[in-house]
């Protein structure tokens, strides 16, 4: 699966936009993109995931540029409740489903 | 409801006995996973099971058992704990029919051995 890169930590004020980016510049054609976060002291909490096309939840946006190569989610109005580390996962599925490679993640704090 | 419920919360032990964290989903998922994530916050994938039978092992020491009486419940024991098992184990589920439906995972079980 390829490898992601994200800032090691970011700020939002409470109730402004908090934008993540996160950059897989050698993604495959096959693997989708994945955001998952973690409160602390409770499990990974998916957030959202897509291929190509730009997707939106009730939790979040998720943007990839047109050569896929990078992403941004987006949590429209950030809450103290957001604060958690956020990671950016890419995986093909297959044999590798499942298999979720979580690097160090984006540590975003909320403030008020 | 709870859907990923692991028990115990928090697993204190000495180096040496033998534990077991079991694991339970009642999201109808057939595909359920342990994942351990160590003092430095990496999460890694140890296992998955699909209706009962292990489709990843990422080379996880054999003192480490996964037994699945049902695709509702997967089970880690542990024989022969050491200090360096000590971590947070969590259980996850999905539906791999289909594919890339997301993972639920569990709240964790911190083990700590000492």
């Known amino acids: 699966d390829a490898k992601t890169t994200q800032p090691p930590s970011m700020d939002c004020a409470e109730g402004r936009a908090a934008n993540l980016p996160c950059n897989h510049s050698?993604?495959?054609?096959?693997?989708?993109v994945y955001w998952y976060r973690q409160i602390h002291s409770q499990g990974p909490q998916y957030i959202i995931h897509g291929l190509k096309n730009n997707e939106t939840n009730e939790m979040a946006s998720l943007i990839i540029t047109e050569d896929r190569k990078s992403s941004t989610l987006i949590l429209p109005h950030a809450t103290l409740r957001d604060t958690a580390v956020y990671y950016c996962i890419v995986n093909a599925g297959g044999t590798s489903y499942g298999k979720l490679t979580f690097g160090q993640g984006t540590i975003l704090t909320v403030h008020p | 409801d709870t859907a990923v419920s692991q028990t115990p919360k928090y697993l204190v032990t000495q180096m040496g006995n033998d534990k077991s964290i079991k694991c339970e989903q009642n999201l109808g998922h057939d595909t359920m996973y342990w994942y351990k994530q160590d003092s430095k916050k990496f999460l890694k994938i140890m296992f998955s099971y699909n209706n009962k039978e292990l489709i990843i092992n990422e080379t996880v020491p054999n003192r480490f058992s996964p037994k699945s009486p049902d695709k509702a419940h997967l089970n880690l024991h542990i024989n022969s704990l050491e200090l360096g098992d000590s971590a947070v184990y969590f259980c996850?589920?999905?539906?791999?029919?289909?594919?890339?439906?997301?993972?639920?995972f569990g709240n964790g079980t911190r083990l700590t051995v000492t």
């Open positions: 996850a589920s999905s539906q791999i029919t289909g594919g890339n439906s997301p993972l639920h």
């Open positions: 050698t993604i495959s054609g096959n693997e989708y």
